[in-house]
């Protein structure tokens, strides 16, 4: 076979090929163009963990960066105390927040405290110690019992020793220790003394607790020569003891006027300690 030759097609073939070039060369305009292909859209990997590790290294910051600035973190409020499981309120050591209710525990439980109080007190005011690490604290851990108890207990020393009108002597030694204490407080803040009111009240009222053993002694032992050693030996140490805190109230300048005042009620106490029979 030539090259010439050609094979004659199918007529349902060539009916064919007739009616799609007809179709193209007829009406072009009604073609549509072919739809672009959509671009391929990028796939989002799944992982189980939340970070996933990367091997590019961060980039060095320039010099004109500012570093990020890392916001302040707000503190959490404190926890509230929850009450232990006896039932009673718990008092704070160090005295933050609120003050503990003394209303609703024992009254043994405030008893013990009190007690403990007037001897810590006690023990500050009649044996001064000059060495140790906080002399001011009995004058800021002041309390009115202790006076109190100490001026009832001097009156009725002095009334039990006397022969006739105890009454009338435990009245006059009430009220001379009772109204002294006052006037000689008023007599430390007029001079410009730096102490509170009961603060006063309350070293004076502990320092008479020598002049209360003068008494109790002098009460068994019926003796002036004995009467006139034991008054001068508590005289003395409730003097003593009252000076270091009253001298430190007031200007080094007016010592004496303060204390001044402080002996002579000492001593008017100790010459009714001498003078009942």
Known sequence: MSHGDTIPLHPSSQSDIDEIENLIYAS????????PPSPPRASIPVSSTPFIPSNIPPPAPSSNQKPPTVPASVPLPPPVPTPPSNGHPSISST????????LTEPVWDTIKRDLSRIVSNLKLVVFPNPF????GKALRDWDLWGPFFFI????LTLS?????????????????LAAGAVILTLNVLLLGGHIIFFQSLSLLGYCLFPLDIGALICMLK???IVKVVVVCVTLG???WAAYPFMSSAVNPRRKALALYPVFLMYVSVGFLIIAID
């Open 28 to 35: 072009p305009a009604t073609v549509m163009p072919a739809r």
């Open 95 to 102: 005295g933050f927040g609120s003050p503990p209710n003394t």
């Open 132 to 135: 140790r690490e906080d002399p």
């Open 152 to 155: 009832v207990f001097l009156g």
């Open 160 to 176: 039990w020793s006397a022969s006739v009108k105890k009454s009338e002597v435990f009245a006059v030694a009430f009220a001379l």
């Open 222 to 224: 019926d003796n002036v």
């Open 237 to 239: 140490w409730s003097s």
